[in-house]
């Protein structure tokens, strides 16, 4: 039977408006609301989640098709909830008889179910004529923070052949914000499929009403019904003036912007390529200059370098050193370099011989009275600190295998698609490619302290990355082999803020985090830095470059904008035009292909500025609260991210609105990236989705904790862990599958977490000195006791599970019996306030504990410390001995096979096989170490503090 034909035609459509939610289950101190609004069994709609609020703002329209206006509306109210079903929190049944037609209603509907609450909705009822060819414009489309393009998720209609109807002239319609689209002239009973293309739609003109009406008189016109199978068409070639009309989401690309993906064989072969084929943008025309034109030679200076060690690999690019174009060729002398091992685990010491030469000396004059107006360029100074080379064929104990992090806190636009479809982040002292398809990573390890940005290269195939402290550390390295190209030191000694590639691909400016907020300019050509200026006296936050002209860019920041320009290897810098009560924040900037500077500051307005002139020429308000992140397309597009969590995507050239995505539930957004129809977005919880344009859709790709990590605890019957943060939540994870499980929200910031000898209990310690046990395999709480004022440090089960005992930030040491319900049985004074390790007797009666040093054995039974009988107890396991030698170690952990491994405050972890052994030494944490754990003799977890990342080793044969 044809579904098509049972289907019955909407008589109305009824516009739904979910405006806000008030005293939404007072009950519980956190409420995640949401609203499902269903009508019929086929039509149903969810709301956006609105997190941590009892007086939700929703600010979401939706449309339903009525028969009858005797169907009924049903509204439920739910908790969100991430791994069991979401309660319901209230319903509400809405009857549209007794509305009137082509008016708005605003009204209050309490919510059935619960004592208080009340949700706020809007209702507009219109008549749908049987001929009709498109939406209407209603009252709702006027309310503020109305989305046009929820009313574009229009099911599928199919056309039957009417009567044919005489010509008629009509005359343009006022200004309206919907376009009636123009029918398509297909045969009798074919289907098509309306493609969601979100774009908000203009007025119709004069000109496509009259191709419009002509149409109609040449072909046969058609009525509409609705089918419920999906099918599509092929449309026929429209003009060029509608065609540039058309959502450019959607729009098949042309062969010029189709990438193909061609690998080089070196650095300069991809430079000097006249139109790279992985290129984003198309490098821009060189200027034809005569003979006595040429810019003069700049000399090159003989720098301590460390020779890079050679990649055998024919697609791994390496830099080479090139002069600037000259008249004369230049002859380079290399320096000898030899590579010394201490160990065979620790990172090679560079040496090298240097060679002596003339300082380079040049001076720029700035045009702005704030900015200093004479500046000596320094000496380039010879490299202090170098990056770690590690060797890809020595033998070690265990490699890193996943990073459960992403630096989202701080920073922005350090998140990237590259040319293969992977994304490229940092995380910690690491830098991380991952892999969408297989969900496996590769790491770039050459960092020595916290990257602080990252940039990419037109291509998508190199990166350039940079790090905190003095002096610090700049690398540019490939995405595909995560081998490092080269590395520069700049005197940024607050570190490296941003880093940006010019259009080329040439050069590379950075911003510095010290007081004179340096402004740096690298030239990859000459593999050398060439000038560096000082910036503004408020802080400076992000650079683009021009994608038409690689010596232009614009810098800006805290109530500044500087138009730049590198032109012969120096940097010229020219304000902007700003009011001088202005108190701008300048976020993210991005110059567009049309020329135009477009910029978003703290308020949440995108500024469109005149280049040329250096003046606000357009704005206009994106987002509620900060919009931070900005990134230009090939595509027609740009798309921002703001402090609301919203993602928008705006033409490129009339910047108008094409769609709004806020399925993102992960916080405000730090850094978002477009490819293929698909963003990515890093928030500021850490965490990385990526949303689908066309269907609203989104996934967390990397979930992490929001805030600093102190608790860990690995299963001892199954390959997961849980780990514990100030941000209030613990979380389970699957080793084996690398994903994030399930997450329970807590009463306070955990200390310490620890799983029973069975598997079948986690304890978790709070800040204020409570302690709550859960049952592992679905979090739910047993018991919780707060007896304990001044805090939970540690925490650690007998081996029989049957004590559990507790150490305060006072020193002593509480034992709760958990056969009795976990009722204290003894307290235990002096313990200490430092302690690094516990072992527990086999007779689970005696405990061992090591405090600065120091190992004392307490009696569980009587509390009081034991004397002269070491040698009569067999201990479980022997960390207290490994901590009284090892002095550096912040925390400490022993295997099956008596290896112990200790973390360290530099964020270092070290192997030991023995005691009298020598240490591998492993990089990964930018910080302190709070704690490592052996998984069960196949892998090692690791958690940093500050650097808020989770890593997993796995230990090899």
């Keep these: 039977m044809n579904t098509n034909k049972q289907r019955t035609n909407y008589q109305y459509w009824v516009f739904v408006k979910t405006v806000c939610g008030k005293d939404i289950d007072l009950k519980k101190k956190e409420c995640d609301p949401y609203c499902v609004l269903k009508m019929g069994t086929k039509q149903q709609y969810r709301t956006k989640v609105v997190m941590d609020s009892h007086q939700p703002q929703f600010d979401q329209v939706f449309r339903f098709g009525a028969i009858t206006l ?66 209407v414009t209603h009252p709702i489309l006027l309310q503020p923070k109305f989305q046009p393009q929820q009313f574009l998720q229009i099911k599928t209609q199919t056309l039957q052949q009417p009567k044919p109807q005489p010509k008629t002239q009509t005359q343009p319609q006022k200004q309206t914000l919907i376009k009636p689209q123009p029918k398509q002239v297909i045969s009798q009973n074919t289907e098509i499929k309306k493609v969601e293309n979100k774009i908000p739609l203009k007025t119709r003109t004069q000109t496509q009403t009259q191709k419009i009406t002509e149409t109609q008189t040449q072909t046969q016109t058609h009525k509409i019904t609705e089918p419920k199978q999906i099918t599509t068409i092929q449309k026929k070639p429209e003009t060029q003036q509608n065609s540039q009309n ?169 998140l990237h698609y590259t040319y293969n479809g992977n994304i490229v982040y940092i995380a910690a002292s690491i830098g991380v490619v991952l892999n969408l398809q297989t969900n496996t990573q590769n790491f770039f390890l050459c960092h020595t302290d916290t990257i602080l940005c990252m940039g990419i290269h037109p291509s998508g195939r190199f990166v350039v990355t940079g790090q905190d402290g003095d002096e610090p550390l700049i690398c540019v390295w490939d995405v595909e082999t995560c081998k490092l190209i080269d590395s520069f030191n700049v005197e940024h000694d607050g570190g490296v803020v941003y880093a940006t590639f010019s259009i080329d691909g040439k050069k590379i400016i950075t911003i510095g985090g010290d007081d004179d907020h340096t402004i740096t300019l690298i030239s990859l050509e000459d593999n050398r830095i060439v000038d560096d200026i000082q910036g503004n006296d408020n802080k400076s936050l992000c650079v683009d470059f021009d994608p038409n002209d690689p010596n232009r860019f614009v810098i800006c920041g805290i109530r500044h904008i500087y138009f730049g320009n590198c032109q012969n290897g120096k940097l010229t810098l020219k304000e902007g035009e700003l009011n001088k009560k202005s108190n701008d924040m300048f976020l993210s900037v991005m110059i567009n292909y049309n020329g135009d500077v477009v910029t978003s500051n ?58 709004t995505i806020s399925s993102i539930v992960g916080g405000p957004i730090r850094a978002v990236d477009y490819k293929d129809g698909f963003v990515i977005v890093g928030t500021n919880k850490n965490e990385i989705w990526r949303a689908n344009v066309r269907t609203n859709k989104a996934e967390c790709l990397i979930f992490c904790h929001g805030e600093q990590i102190h608790g860990l605890a690995c299963d001892p019957k199954k390959k997961l862990i849980v780990t514990g943060s100030d941000d209030r939540t613990i979380r389970s994870w699957d080793v084996l599958k690398r994903k994030f499980l399930r997450k329970k929200p807590v009463n306070g910031q955990p200390r310490s977490v620890v799983f029973s000898n069975n598997g079948a209990f986690i304890a978790v310690g709070l800040r204020d000195g409570e302690f709550i046990i859960f049952r592992a395999s679905d979090f739910t709480q047993i018991a919780n006791k707060k007896e304990i004022t001044t805090g939970v440090e540690t925490m650690s089960f007998s081996p029989d599970s049957h004590y559990l005992i507790i150490l305060d930030g006072s020193g002593e040491l509480h034992v709760y019996d958990s056969f009795l319900g976990f009722k204290k049985s003894k307290i235990i004074n002096n313990v200490g306030t430092d302690v690094s390790a516990m072992d527990w007797s086999d007779s689970n009666k005696y405990v061992r504990i090591c405090n600065l040093g120091v190992v004392s054995t307490y009696s569980i039974e009587t509390g009081q410390v034991e004397t002269g009988i070491e040698g009569k107890i067999n201990w479980v396991t022997q960390k207290c001995v490994y901590a009284k030698t090892v002095k550096d170690a912040t925390t400490i952990d022993i295997n099956q096979s008596n290896h112990f491994i200790i973390g360290q405050n530099s964020g270092n972890i070290k192997y030991f096989n023995t005691l009298q052994s020598e240490p591998e030494i492993y990089y990964g944490h930018s910080r302190k170490i709070i704690k490592v754990s052996f998984l069960q003799n196949s892998h090692l977890i690791s958690i940093g503090g500050e650097d808020k990342c989770i890593l997993q080793w796995k230990l090899l044969n």
């Design 70 to 135: 005797k169907e009924k509306l049903l509204i439920q109210v739910n908790h969100f909830e991430n791994f069991t079903s979401d309660p319901c929190l209230g319903k509400v049944q809405v009857d549209f008889s007794s509305l009137e037609q082509n008016v708005t209603h605003t009204k209050w509907y309490p919510l059935e179910g619960i004592s208080k609450g009340e949700i706020q909705l809007q209702l507009y009822v219109h008549l749908t004529p049987k001929q009709r060819r498109s939406l």
């Design 246 to 414: 058309k959502n450019p989401l959607t729009q098949k690309k042309s062969p010029v912007i189709q990438r193909q993906k061609p690998i080089y064989n070196s650095y300069t072969q991809l430079n000097k390529a006249k139109k790279s084929p992985i290129s984003t943008r198309t490098p821009p025309k060189p200027i034809q200059r005569s003979q006595s034109q040429q810019p003069k030679p700049i000399p090159r200076t003989q720098i301590n370098r460390p020779i890079k060690p050679k990649i055998n690999s024919s697609i791994s690019p390496i830099l080479t050193k090139r002069s600037l174009q000259t008249t004369t060729t230049t002859t380079t002398t290399t320096t000898n370099s030899s590579i010394q091992k201490t160990n065979n685990t620790i990172s090679p010491k560079l040496t090298k011989n240097t060679t002596t030469s003339k300082p380079i000396t040049t001076t720029t004059s700035t045009q702005n009275s704030n900015l200093r107006s004479t500046y000596q360029k320094k000496t380039i100074f010879p490299k202090h600190l170098q990056p770690r080379i590690i060797d890809p064929n020595l033998q070690t104990k265990m490699k890193l295998e996943y990073v459960y992090g992403y630096r989202g806190w701080e920073g922005r636009n350090n």
């Design 602 to 659: 703290s308020k949440g307005e995108i500024l469109i500025w005149d280049y040329s002139e250096m003046k606000i020429k357009k704005r206009f308000r994106a987002h509620v609260g900060p919009c931070v992140s900005l990134h230009n397309t090939q595509e027609g597009v740009f798309v921002s991210g703001g402090k609301d969590g919203k993602i928008k995507l705006f033409k490129s050239d009339d910047y108008t609105l094409i769609v």
